[in-house]
């Protein structure tokens, strides 16, 4: 097999390149794709070096499989170009995610709805993956009405010159402004772009992608989006309300159900996620479950997860094994 990896240079795409190892992901051949400016360099993986190379020459290869990093607008151009040499594109950023034609995959939820006739195949957006593997069971059990969210999202997800202002922010060292405000010592209440009602993009994911992947675009969902000062690792206050009464014991026992979700949650020993715990896990941690006497039939959540990992690497891979796996993938 060929596999394209479109932004091998980016955290997402060293991350990838991690995971492919772990995973032991069968290939023949890899094709690092990055910007001129990495051109000449090599990418290791599974004890091999691999050249990086553009765009157009991992095209011409008319690779298997391509796993785009790079962002929506290399994305938009040029996913649709792979897959009309017969390659099977996963795609990171948000240039497809709500187009109706093209799934938006998290494997543990909706991965039986791929199929032959897809040929890109969006991979959703961090914070969107750990809250909707976390509330999945608990939607088929007790079926949602509603989710107000915050979270608190780590700099990794905003790429390599966030981390580049935070360290340098906290080190008293040159850094680039990538933030409108401080990041160091601070919370930012802003992620990407503001509407004009004065949502924020990041936001709008949230509530779109949620309704699409748990196939209920009745739920109502209230997101607020918070870049805080931590390198990796995004986290999420949830508050549900469900349509059906329910008994805690019952809660806790569908999150240790459901795959790909840990529950950690003994807060008389001080036991609950945070990013540190979560770093470098595959899996979402769930705690501080408690029912929220406010409103009936209504639950809080902690939840923590690797944002470069299971919020993108790690759950691009597992879209890829999938197909592998159910011969999804013509080699």
């Not at 949230?206 to 969902?221: D, F, S, Y």
């Not at 941690?285 to 809080?300: P, T, Y």
């Amino acid at each position: 097999m060929r596999l394209a990896l479109i932004g091998a240079t980016g955290l997402v795409g060293s991350k990838l390149l991690e995971v492919l190892e772990e995973f032991d992901f069968p290939f023949e051949e890899l094709l690092p794709v990055a910007s001129s400016r990495s051109l000449g360099k090599t990418i290791r993986c599974k004890g091999q070096n691999y050249p990086v190379v553009d765009i157009q020459t991992a095209l011409q290869k008319a690779p298997h499989l391509a796993i785009f990093t790079a962002g929506g607008a290399v994305s938009k151009e040029f996913a649709p170009q792979f897959a009309a040499k017969g390659c099977r594109v996963i795609d990171n950023s948000s240039a497809f995610r709500m187009d109706q034609e093209i799934p938006l995959v998290v494997p543990e939820i909706n991965a039986e709805m791929l199929t032959n006739h897809h040929r890109i195949i969006a991979n959703p957006n961090c914070s969107t993956i750990q809250l909707v593997l976390a509330l999945s069971g608990l939607h088929r059990n007790w079926q949602i009405k509603r989710i107000v969210t915050s979270t608190y999202q780590a700099v990794s997800g905003s790429g390599h010159a966030a981390l580049q202002q935070l360290m340098g922010e906290r080190n008293g060292t040159n850094h680039p402004n990538f933030y409108p405000h401080p990041i160091d010592l601070n919370v930012i209440p802003h992620g990407g772009e503001f509407d004009a009602e004065g949502n924020t993009s990041e936001e709008l994911k949230l509530i779109h992608e949620t309704r699409k992947i748990l196939n209920a675009p009745e739920i109502q969902v209230s997101a607020t989006v918070v870049r805080v000062p931590v390198q990796n690792g995004h986290s999420l206050s949830a508050n549900i309300e469900f349509h059906r009464p329910f008994e805690i014991e019952a809660i806790r026992q569908t999150l240790a159900e459901t795959p790909g979700v840990t529950v950690f949650d003994q807060p008389d020993r001080n036991e609950y996620p945070t990013p540190l715990l979560a770093n470098e896990q595959n899996q979402v941690l769930v705690g501080r479950i408690r029912r929220d006497a406010s409103c009936q039939n209504c639950l809080n959540l902690w939840i923590s997860a690797d944002n470069l990992r299971k919020g993108a690497a790690t759950n691009a891979l597992q879209i890829a094994q999938h197909l592998l796996n159910h011969h999804l993938l013509t080699i």
